[in-house]
């Protein structure tokens, strides 16, 4: 079965499942304390039902199993099913809470209304055109008393340093892109109004940018853009030899050992649902 993007969700313009797994496991080395430190923030004591919108390959899908416990459900969606096919194969550890994987979308998460203590998404409302609608689906999963926890980002507050010409020249092609196909990739920096919309009192909100100077996490950004080099080019947003050059240029600079990056900073807000 495949979700049509243009039914129930917008484009992901990232390869899935196995393609962009060994990336996705960057994405949680680096972003995954930020995301813990939300969930924590929420309150993990005595929740039994999780959700988690938008769960990739099932990384943190398997974290709230683990931290909830045997007799606990988490239920995990995706739109793609080449990432639900990787989330299936990954099994949480002994005594874990059970975890069902479905075919689903933000918009319309096809999960029962009023039922979860904890709802989670990451780097997910970048993606969508309408995050106010995506948030509001989730807000309604919640029974009252129950959590959203959002993690997302501002990509424009990724920093060079020293200052790279080609960073610069490609963040200038997002904002392009980011125009084009009608998101916003700095949505990080509205999770509060986001929630506050959908009717929700933000109890936590809190901002991570973690610095590299070596290892994958100094490349993650690099690699994510040649990921996104094709869907980029296709939407008009950056000439293909343009892109090429600049994404070569990315490594060039990346490789000195003088250099430290600065990866997108990631805000994680909570939401409580009254009552």
Same mark, same amino acid.
């Given at each position: 079965m495949t979700i049509a993007a243009n039914e129930v969700g917008d484009r992901y313009v990232l390869p899935t499942g196995s393609q962009d797994a060994a990336r996705l496991d960057v994405i949680q080395e680096v972003y995954g304390p930020i995301s813990i430190r939300g969930l924590e923030a929420a309150g993990m004591d005595g929740v039994r039902r999780a959700a988690d919108i938008g769960c990739g390959t099932g990384?943190?899908? &398997?974290?709230?199993?683990?931290?909830?416990?045997?007799g606990s459900s988490v239920d995990g969606i995706d739109?793609?099913?080449?990432?639900?096919?990787?989330?299936?194969?990954?099994?949480?550890?002994?005594?874990?809470?059970?975890?069902t994987y479905s075919l689903a979308s933000a918009y319309e998460p096809a999960l029962p209304s009023a039922q979860y203590d904890i709802v989670f998404v990451r780097l997910v409302l970048c993606h969508l055109k309408e995050p106010d609608r995506a948030v509001a689906a989730m807000a309604a999963l919640l029974k009252p008393g129950g959590r959203l926890v959002i993690v997302d980002m501002d990509m424009y507050s990724f920093l060079a340093?020293?200052?790279?010409?080609?960073? &610069? &020249?490609?963040?200038?092609g997002a904002r392009a892109h980011q125009h084009n196909i009608g998101v916003d990739y700095s949505v990080g920096k509205r999770l509060h109004e986001l929630l506050s919309g959908s009717g929700l009192e933000t109890t936590f909100l809190a901002a991570d940018q973690p610095i590299f100077n070596s290892g994958p996490g100094k490349h993650l950004w690099e690699n994510t853009w040649r990921n996104a080099l094709p869907h980029v080019v296709k939407a008009g947003s950056i000439a293909p030899a343009e892109g090429e050059e600049l994404i070569a240029g990315m490594a060039t600079y990346d490789a000195r050992p003088d250099v430290w990056i600065a990866v997108a900073k990631m805000f994680a807000a909570v939401g409580r649902k009254g009552g």
């Open positions: 990384t943190m899908s &398997r974290w709230l199993a683990e931290r909830m416990g045997e739109i793609s099913e080449d990432q639900l096919a990787v989330a299936r194969m990954g099994q949480p550890a002994t005594g874990s809470a059970r975890i340093m020293p200052p790279s010409e080609h960073y &610069r &020249r490609w963040l200038e």
